[in-house]
């Protein structure tokens, strides 16, 4: 892998996502009903995916407009063909760590998408330069804790023949960051009125492989062929004991732009 690959955003199964990841979806009620809005404001959703969430967030907004920036191509490609057609919408391949919008919007919110980044300072510095003074930050990710049992079955699993090879030095694709970490990184960033907090919550998928597949291997899924990443999903299932639920710790952030004139 060249270092500019390695660098990019990993690309997803956008189909599979959209039809497995009903927890997501319902985690991110709760996170949605942050959001204050009038209905015409200008929303980024950060990591909108196949636009599970994003349909939800339009709902809020009959008379404002809903940015969609995602990394993977293919799951703006879903999110488009769902609600490309309608005006209030806009879809765009980026990476949010940096992002480069034509304009600072009111609002951006997040779902499921801030620990697949690595460097939070960029990304905060990222979302905080798109948005305009006194707009929030409201977003949820895996926090501090997040599917530990997924973790070390990944641990074991990377370390076996022939995975170790293929991968390399195991190292999990993810940041599951702390709230006191985070306060000070979005203060530092440039927003006030920070507010972060983890909660434990429960998922139990209609179809557990699917889900993990779609959810957790998607950095896998670019590596290993067909053959590979059954044997792989056969296997880190095994280690974890055929689970029927994934135990996530979510990392809540609510944060306002600072006002640098202030
Ligand atoms: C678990 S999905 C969440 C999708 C949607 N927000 C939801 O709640 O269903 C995480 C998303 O983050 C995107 N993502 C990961 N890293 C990214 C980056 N650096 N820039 C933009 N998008 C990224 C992935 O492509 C993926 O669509």
Redesign the pocket.
Known sequence: MSSDQESR??D?EADK?SRT?TP??EW?EAVLDRLELSGDETVV?A????G??TEDLLAKLPDGRVIG????PS?IEEATARLGDDPRTSFIC????KLQLDEQVDHVF????FH??ADHDALFRSLAGATRPGGSLIAQCGGRGNVAEVIDALGVVNRQAPFAEIFGEYDDPWTFAGPEETEIRLIGAGYEDVECWLEERVAHPEDPRGFFEA?FLAPARQVLDDEQFTEYTDRLLAEMGQPASFNYVRLNMTAKRKNENE
Do not use: E, F, H, K
């Open positions: 955003p990993a997803w996502y990841a997501q979806r991110s959703d990591g909108c995916g196949s599970n969430v920036v995602d990394g993977s799951m980026q990476d949010l760590a997040s779902n499921a998408t697949w980044i959810s």
